[in-house]
């Protein structure tokens, strides 16, 4: 079997480096890494020659391309049976792939997603969020109903992150290929990770979740969805996407029950609901929650500051479209500040995943690459890992 690590990326080439060395420090050979650069500066080829390994490939777009566009031409040149996405900052840890393996022994040709750890890169724009670590330490594998998580998500029961996207995913070719048999494509919408999410979760009957982690979503200054979360502090990465996505296979304004297009939630739904819309529409069991929306909506307020007003006046008109009297509507104060994360630990029973944040010491801890192998230290072998099957699948 082999795996395959794209990468999709544009002007990047400062954190390109710890991205691709995380995948090269891998335990297992037999994997390849797709780099599709999209006209980028000859720094982006240049990081990409310097490793002179044959594990990568790499491709080039001569014209800048829509950002979902140069995602659909980078998956087009992996040749895998599995495919996973990262982001030019994010990083595999570096048993990834033997992880996989084991994992595909149980399940072979399933799809498998990972609760992803997160890592805020030093130079992030937000000084109390550098070198911050969201950590989970978990051992279960388990096999869950595509068909209620997509109902979940709809009615507001789980969060979108848990979607079988293909970040945080090895997806099987056979279920890329099958997309695009029907469709023409695989992404089908302006967010390539979103998109993908819905997509395969409407696709299969069961997919694998794996409570243990494979990789890391690395934040840096180049985060393109912390840019919309904190539009006020650093919005440069969130415009450059605004620009990226102009032209492309989608090019769609914000779904008409919805306001506040520079909110990443409201986006986030916008996408939802559209995506509803096109591919299934007549399936009555996945139903919008707007009520549970409104709520995420306000939860994401306070953190707005200098577009606190903004952010409320939005709401109040998604209130009024989709028949939420205001009064109902609680919106917690703004943030004076963003001061540093305090230590915290939690552990859930159910899965006994322990999770816990902290600060990685810079002085040992530089880039991506560096954190993969100081987390891998921490997670379980693939010996310990604790298998959950389905008694039986739920229909389709």
Not at 33 to 44: F, K, L, Q
Not at 207 to 233: E, K, N, Q
Request: charged share 25%; hydrophobic share 40%; net charge negative.
């Amino acid at each position: 079997m082999l795996y395959s690590f794209v990468i999709p990326t544009r002007e990047r080439h400062d954190v390109l480096n710890g991205t691709i060395r995380s995948i090269l420090n891998q335990t297992r050979s037999n994997f390849e890494i797709v780099v599709m650069d999209n006209a980028s500066s000859p720094a982006t080829k240049n990081v990409v020659e310097s490793f002179q390994s044959p594990h990568i490939r790499y491709f080039r777009s001569e014209e800048r391309l829509a950002m979902t566009d140069n995602w659909e031409l980078a998956l087009q040149q992996a040749s895998g049976d599995y495919v996973t996405v990262l982001g030019d900052d994010d990083g595999a840890l570096p048993d990834a792939v033997e992880i996989a393996e084991e994992i595909h022994k149980v399940w072979p040709g399933a799809l498998l997603t990972w609760r992803p750890l997160i890592y805020f890169w030093p130079n992030f724009f937000i000084e109390a969020y550098r070198n911050l670590v969201h950590m989970h330490l978990g051992s279960r594998v388990e096999e869950r109903s595509a068909k209620s998580l997509l109902k979940d998500i709809y009615a507001c029961k789980k969060i979108y992150d848990e979607l079988p996207s293909l970040y945080d995913s090895f997806v099987p070719r056979s279920l890329i290929e099958k997309v695009r048999a029907q469709f023409g494509r695989y992404f089908l919408s302006q967010s390539p990770d979103i998109a993908s999410g819905l997509i395969n979760a409407w696709s299969v009957e069961t997919y694998i979740y794996s409570y243990r982690p494979l990789a890391v979503r690395g934040i840096s200054h180049h985060s393109t969805g912390t840019s919309y979360s904190f539009p006020h502090v650093e919005n440069g990465p969130a415009k450059l996407f605004n620009k990226e996505v102009k032209g492309g296979t989608w090019d769609e304004a914000l779904h008409e029950n919805l306001a506040g297009d520079f909110i990443v939630e409201v986006i986030i739904v916008s996408e939802f609901l559209r995506f509803r819309e096109k591919y299934f529409q007549d399936d009555h069991e996945i139903q919008p929650d707007m009520k549970g929306f409104l709520k995420w909506f306000c939860k994401s307020a306070p953190r707005f500051m200098t577009r606190y007003d903004d952010v409320k006046e939005a709401i109040y008109v998604m209130a009024k479209k989709n028949g939420v009297p205001w009064w109902k509507i609680r919106i917690p104060p703004p943030w004076t500040s963003i001061g540093k994360c305090e230590f915290n630990q939690n552990l859930d029973k159910e899965t006994n995943t322990l999770c816990f944040s902290y600060y990685a010491n810079q002085a040992f801890i530089k880039n991506i690459a560096d954190f993969t192998m100081s987390a891998a230290s921490m997670c379980v072998a693939k010996e310990d890992l604790k298998i959950h099957q389905c008694k039986a699948a739920s229909p389709f």
